[in-house]
């Protein structure tokens, strides 16, 4: 299979794995939760920080969970001004680090730093997608191309439509009603959004059916329907056995099909539909071919999605955007029913859907509209830096928290915008509250450092809890069962049923150890569900031989892990 190469690719193709972890810091005066609750990570996320940092830092609690991912990362116009900022420390980088990525012609590496910052993010996308989860990038022509390829080697290629290839297809979706006066004379009007899936089992849903499309003119009892081709592509001289004459038995009136389009079944086939009165008959032979009727109780809900959208209505959403914030404070956000459409056909009514390019927080408003509208349970988070470019920066502005939190509370609580009137004057126009609550994040500190220890801010039980579990399991954890009286993080079925635990307290005078009374009262409360334990602390207070000689006789094995100095 053809690979793409770019400058800094062999480096870049296991950088995901040395990103440290992060803490996720809340900030409950910018979160947006009903009276009394508590900022968490379950429900609605926004987070602050870099999203390679953010990414590795959800793992513990997002991977494998995330059953749809749209992402609008910049798209190396050369306009946008993103800056390439991953903390690199391979020389071939230094140059790079911090610079504002530049024009065509300008900069030489445009594309291999477009490729090096999107490769590390796509790889940990990876992780937190479900096995039957849905990822959709926007992009135009400027990186399709490598897009395509990066993609193919992270989540698999294959060919659209083939039930067997994680690539799904390339929605094309038209982005202006003018033509673009360009000098090539050809007006690129569209943009697209890729469509990958992690496994097979991906689910695409399709769109939902529109229901008023069923009707029922001849009050057949199997209800509404719609009627479908009778008439397939098969020439006479292809298939003679589809070409012959169907007479209406009501009406006698006779039909032949073109010579160039046969009917879908043989004469056996038709005459099984006439006698199960399924055919729908034109009302004047000469206006038309009969047709199959296909009723709404047998149709799916859902159904094909073209991959050519040519009804969206205008190419940015920054009118609406302008009317929720009041002014202009963001250049290119996405149409909120487009993001929607995406979302509605991509995944189910209760999907966790992840988008880790915020920027006016578009996404976010999209999932609290599609519950509205459908009663459905989605939930967002999104990750957007604090400056988009070097301007925000010298102005000290956090896109984060004054635009895309700040859009996604307005739309929760309800606003309204002054608009032109027709005629002169202006009107006042009040836009219903969403509901919805979110939780605001920041990334915070590393963890720990490369020498493994915490630093100054010990980190909380929960958050050194979940990197252990997630480390030591790849899975996510039910954050439910977790019992930091005990330790108890967590267990999994590995290996007859192993148990982990967590023997730590986040203050610097006191450790709790694992000594010969903590492993027995471990031993105890796990008899009969554990086959195997994993016991991190912060002391060792206990022989080898005494818990060899505790391992025989309750027959379980225990792996002490001292932290932390045994963090993975
Ligand atoms: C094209 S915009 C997305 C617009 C968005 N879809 C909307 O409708 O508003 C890309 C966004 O990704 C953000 N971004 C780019 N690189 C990022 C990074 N490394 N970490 C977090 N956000 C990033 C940019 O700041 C920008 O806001």
């Not at 870049?12 to 947006?32: G, N, Q």
């Not at 995330?66 to 306009?79: A, F, R, W």
């Not at 030489?108 to 937190?128: G, I, S």
């Not at 729908?280 to 991959?307: H, I, Q, V």
Request: proline share 6%.
């Amino acid at each position: 299979m053809p690979t793409l190469q770019f400058k800094g690719k062999s480096v870049i193709e296991t950088y995901h794995h040395t990103v440290a972890h992060h803490r996720l810091e809340f900030d409950a005066k910018l979160s947006c939760l009903p009276r009394g609750e508590k900022p968490s990570l379950e429900g609605n996320l926004i987070i602050e920080g870099d999203n390679l940092l953010a990414l590795k830092a959800l793992l513990p609690t997002h991977a494998g969970r995330v059953k749809c991912i749209y992402i609008d990362p910049p798209y190396n116009t050369g306009n946008e001004g993103w800056i390439y900022n991953d903390n690199l420390t391979a020389p071939q980088f230094k140059e790079w680090i911090g610079q504002t990525v530049g024009k065509e012609g300008e900069d030489a590496t445009r594309h291999d730093k477009w490729c090096c910052m999107m490769y590390p993010r796509l790889q940990l996308l990876w992780e937190l997608l479900a096995d039957d989860g849905v990822i959709m990038v926007s992009i135009d022509d400027n990186e399709m191309h490598h897009l395509r390829a990066i993609m193919d080697n992270v989540f698999g290629n294959g060919s659209p439509g083939d039930a067997e290839s994680n690539f799904v297809g390339a929605i094309a979706w038209r982005t202006r009603n003018t033509d673009n006066r360009v000098k090539t004379n050809l007006s690129v009007d569209h943009e697209y959004a890729l469509v990958y899936r992690k496994t097979t089992h991906g689910a695409w849903n399709g769109r939902v059916i529109d229901r008023s499309d069923f009707q029922n003119p001849d009050d057949d009892s199997r209800g509404p329907y719609v009627t479908d081709p009778l008439t397939g592509k098969a020439t006479a001289a292809q298939r003679p056995n589809l070409h012959f004459v169907i007479v209406n038995p009501r009406t006698r009136d006779r039909y032949e099909p073109d010579p160039s389009r046969g009917w879908i079944t043989d004469k056996a086939g038709i005459d099984e539909l006439i006698a199960d009165n399924r055919i729908w008959w034109p009302p004047d032979p000469n206006t038309g071919k009969p047709r199959k009727k296909r009723f709404l109780s047998e149709t799916d809900e859902r159904m094909p999605e073209s991959s050519f959208w040519a009804d969206i209505r205008g190419q940015s959403g920054a009118d609406e955007v302008d009317q929720i914030l009041g002014k202009r404070v963001f250049e290119f956000p996405k149409l909120t029913e487009f993001v929607a459409r995406l979302l509605d056909v991509a995944s189910p009514r209760d999907a966790l859907i992840l988008d880790c390019t915020a920027g006016s927080g578009t996404t976010g408003h999209a999932v609290l509209k599609l519950n509205d509208r459908d009663g459905g349970n989605r939930k967002f988070v999104l990750v957007q830096q604090r400056h988009d470019n070097k301007r925000h920066e010298a102005d000290g502005l956090n896109i984060c928290e004054k635009v895309t939190a700040e859009r996604v509370r307005k739309v929760i609580a309800g606003y309204s915008y002054t608009k032109p009137k027709r005629g002169g004057g202006t009107e006042r126009t009040k836009v219903d509250p969403l509901g919805g609550s979110f939780t605001y994040a920041r990334v915070g500190e590393p963890l720990f450092t490369e020498y493994k220890n915490f630093g100054e801010n010990l980190p909380d039980w929960d958050t050194l809890a979940r990197y252990i579990f997630y480390t030591e399991t790849s899975r996510d954890i039910d954050m439910k069962k977790m019992k930091p009286e005990s330790g108890l993080i967590g267990r999994t079925e590995a290996a007859g049923g192993t148990a982990y635990y967590l023997l730590y307290t986040p203050n610097k005078t006191e450790d709790r150890p694992l000594g010969l009374d903590e492993l027995k009262a471990i031993l105890t409360k796990e008899k009969g569900k554990a086959r195997a334990l994993v016991i991190y602390c912060e002391k060792i207070w206990m022989h080898p031989d005494e818990r060899q000689r505790l391992e025989e006789e309750h027959g379980v094995r225990v792996r002490p892990m001292l932290v932390p100095f045994n963090l993975r």
